[in-house]
């Protein structure tokens, strides 16, 4: 029951907010912050009192499920798991702090603002929790149209041009992934006689092989837009560029995270051969998008379009890491979500922060703001040593295990993908030279970070610095669903006896601990 | 007849005696707004008849009409529209200098015809509907004489309505000549019974699909559409969109379905072209357009298109793909143009997309009501647009039909494009306090208000929750 109310209250909330913002200015924010507040204290609390039992077994730990269009088999069908889990916590402490960064932000229009930002947030939550492929498509465009209007309304300069394009093609690739949804449906509904779009009825299908590459090739493309893989990044650095500050923070902390989610809940899983036969090709594509986000991150003079690029060049890792399909890879990719979410999301805050401050994006009317800001300076600091992958943040654990895990699996590709670390610390490194650094230029008095914003900020740096110390709270969390992954890897669908629903993973479940020494070793 | 026949011919009836009514009211003086309120309490009379004669269905009046499920659902359709039609009419016609009153028995006469059509099993009264509504339909598009693009639009018409019919007649005529029957059933027949030659037989039905395909606007017979759409008064713009479309809709179908048109293979491949060019010609001539009004039309063949690829497959799935697309579809058209309506002023229509700018600020219910609208027709989830969509996807993956799915989703992408456009413009713009624009009738605007937020709300309702009404329709067309 909680999950239908997670999404529940942030669908209320948001209707609420742009009912009441037509009469007042200032509740609208108040109802926000409180719905999400509320949603995070109930993940939270719902988090503690399963941990750590819960995750060790291999049961869901939560489902709700109810007739929607029985005619078609679609059921309304809630369901999560660790990793479901990881990402909803994730979203609702992203939602606060999107909720905070735009307390002063925005100005016009408060309610309809809110609004938007609380039906994304709730699609996003419905994306992490639909286990009925009709239900995951519909959460999946639901946080579209919000996301257009708020970088087309409240955006900089250049925002029709960006949300348009970011519209296009999302709801492009969506398309087709909606087609491959459909043959799988109709494929299943042949084999077995019942037509359905249960997640965990489907996992079984038996798939001709060549069908099975076409298939997950649809589903691909909708995530890899999403995530977003070289060449179809481009729609990334301008809807990250001209979107308001909460909304380059739910885009590049949320939003590219269902790409991820979506590659490990059901393309791995649905088509499992195919995804193998095609890994190295992704593993390549990834690689490629490190290398290539780096190089255009360091040419770029727009500091948010800096930012926007090394997430293409972070989620490369993740591309990198799924597709090794080991263990190691997956924790590094689970990791890698998250961190990556909490230091961008940090560094675009900052940006927003700057503009607010001297309205300009531009690097090269930046410089010496450490003296004037010193507390944002050292914010900038740890974000952009996380981004870099300094020991001690978070992110160096999540990149240290992909490439770890990758290197088992393709050792060239991983040399190459190696390389990218150096050019994240070239451009993390000039970041700071360029604002906070080097010559001084004149502006008029600048204030430092409020109360409000060292809130913010450093929530977010005590985040990044407890998951570079304590990760294991985090792969004990994702075990289940990663020794998952692993069987459905294991299991060979290309067998004429097609395995039924069967998440018994018991016999399969090895303690983690133990295998990355093993791994190690080997 | 007998007492049962009139029974089953009840909403004709209706229909038909209220346009006399209306006459007599007219003549005998009573103001714009008796007549507008009576033709309103008429239409409902005959929209809930449709449920007094569920119970009798399926009903045949040999040899030319057929009372059954599927009908009953197209001429619930017909009708619905044009009640919404003559609700947003008042205000519109209220204001122009023309007398309105007449206006509404040519509505009557147009929905008549449209009714006719979506009962026809037979070539004499397909071709009656057909000419009912379109002779009406030349009254109605020119009826504002005063204005140039409304007497183009009615000359436009009349010739190429007349051309068509030309051609339809001539199909009509060679299939009879082959297989010596009008009737659809009996045609069918005497296919599988008689020596018929091929040839004349196909030529026959492709005589026929030009001219049915003119009424519907496929590409490449929807050069009239966009100028039509254009010069033609607002209400009737929504008339022409969705009622007259529905009713052609409807016989196709069931011409279709009793000769078996799905055995040939030809029929089937030049469909599968027409589908095609609609969907991409409809779409990409619509991105270029600056008039409201020229948008909803190539968006209109586009979504004829759409409702073709959902025809082809011919399985049972597709009839209700069929149907709930052509409610989607009629709800968002006729909520669409309702809003334009609205918008107009004595002068001009609200067609130039620069009038939209802003509106947001202005009228906020309008704006909703308006992006509600063009989101269902660009077929995003929360909107009936969207199940419609999903709907058709399965039908035609359902039957292998992969090459025009994926032309449907690459043109709908496209279609995004000017959609968002209009959407874009309306939330654009800088809040300025403009005078609040004077509501000349303030009972009659809250009244098309309501109607709109109705019909927003259907849309919204039907797109997460399609479930009572699917089963609504497979009850009633199964029969």
Known sequence: ?522 | MSESDFLALLPLLILASSSVLIMLIIAMRFSHRIVQLSSLLLFLIAFSSLFYIRQIIPYFLEPLLVVDGFSLFIMGLIIFSSLVVNIISYIYFEEKEESPKEYYVLLFLCTLGACVLAVSKHFISLFLGLEILTVGLYALMAYLRGRNHSIEAGIKYLILAAFSSAFLLFGMALIYMETGSMDFTEISKNLQQLEVSVPVFTTGISLMMVGIGFKLAVVPFHMWTADVYQGAPAPVTAFIATASKGGVFAVLYRFFIAIDGYSYRNLILTLVFIAIASMTVGNLLALKQKNVKRILAYSSIAHLGYLLVAFIPGSSLSLFAVSFYLLAYIFTTLTAFAVVTILSDKDSDAENIQQYQALYWREPVLAFVFSTALISLAGIPLTAGFMGKFYILAASIQSGYWLISIVLILSSVIGLYYYLRIITMMFSGNKKKEVKIRKVHPAFYKANIFTLCLLTLLIVWFGIYPKDLMLFMQNLIMH
């Not at chain 1, 481009?234 to 001209?242: G, K, T, V, Y």
């Open chain 1, 1 to 522: 029951m909680i999950l239908i109310w997670l999404i529940g209250i942030l669908m209320f909330g948001g209707l609420l907010a742009w009912l009441i913002g037509r009469w007042n200015r200032a509740f609208p924010r108040w109802i926000s912050l409180y719905t999400v507040s509320a949603g995070f204290l109930a993940v939270i609390s719902f988090w503690i009192d399963h941990y750590p039992f819960a995750f060790r077994s291999n049961n869901w730990l939560e489902q709700f499920h109810t007739e929607w269009i029985p005619i078609f088999g679609i059921s309304f069908h809630l369901a999560i798991d660790g990793l479901s889990l990881l990402m909803l916590s994730l979203t609702f402490f992203l939602g606060i702090l999107a909720v905070l960064t735009s307390w002063t932000d925005v100005k016009y229009q408060v309610g309809f603002y809110h609004f938007n930002l609380l039906w994304i947030l709730a699609g996003i939550c419905g994306v992490f929790m639909a286990m009925d492929l009709f239900l995951f498509y519909f959460f999946w465009e639901i946080m579209l149209i919000p996301m257009y209007f708020l970088i087309g309304i409240w955006g900089s300069e250049n925002r029709v041009y960006a949300a348009y394009k970011f519209f296009i093609f999302t709801q492009a690739s969506g398309l087709i992934m909606f087609l491959a949804i459909l043959g799988l449906y109709f494929i299943h509904g042949q084999n077995n006689g019942s037509y359905t779009f249960n997640y965990f009825e489907l996992i079984g299908t038996y798939i001709p092989a060549k069908i099975q590459t076409i298939l997950m090739f649809g589903f691909m493309i909708a995530f890899v837009v999403k995530l977003p893989i070289v060449p179809f990044h481009s729609w990334l650095p301008d809807a990250h560029s001209e979107a308001p500050t909460a909304g380059s923070l739910i885009l590049a902390g949320l939003l590219l995270k269902t790409g991820a989610y979506g590659i490990l809940r059901f393309v791995i899983p649905l088509f499992p051969m195919a995804a193998k036969e095609y890994g190295p090709l992704f593993m390549l594509l990834g690689v490629v998008g490190i290398i290539y986000g780096a190089v255009l991150a360091y040419s770029q003079s727009d500091l948010k379009r800096l930012v926007a690029y090394t997430s293409v060049s972070h989620m490369g890792f993740v591309m990198l890491g799924i597709f090794a399909f080991n263990t190691l890879a997956f924790q590094g990719v689970i990791m890698q979500l998250l961190t990556h979410a909490v230091s961008t999301g940090a560094l675009f805050i900052l940006a927003g922060m700057i503009k607010e401050r001297i309205h300009t994006r531009n690097l090269d009317q930046m410089g010496g703001l450490w003296t004037k800001m010193p507390r944002m300076g050292a914010m900038a600091m740890i974000f952009a040593m996380a981004s870099l992958g300094l020991p001690g943040l978070g992110n160096f654990i999540a990149e240290f295990l992909i490439l770890l895990g990758a290197f088992k699996a393709n050792i060239w590709l991983t040399v190459v993908a190696t390389l990218g670390l150096i050019f994240s610390a070239v451009y993390s490194l000039r970041i700071m030279k360029r604002v906070f650094l080097g010559s001084k230029i004149n502006h008029q008095k600048i204030k430092d970070l409020n109360w409000r914003e060292m809130t913010i900020m450093g929530s977010l740096a005590i985040l990044i610095i407890w998951l570079g110390f304590f990760p294991q709270v985090i792969f004990k969390t994702a075990e289940v669903s990663i020794n998952k992954l692993q069987y459905y890897l294991s299991v060979k669908k290309m067998d004429k006896t097609p395995q039924t629903s069967s998440l018994k993973t018991k016999h399969e479940t090895i303690s983690i601990k133990k295998k990355p020494i093993k791994n190690v070793r080997k």
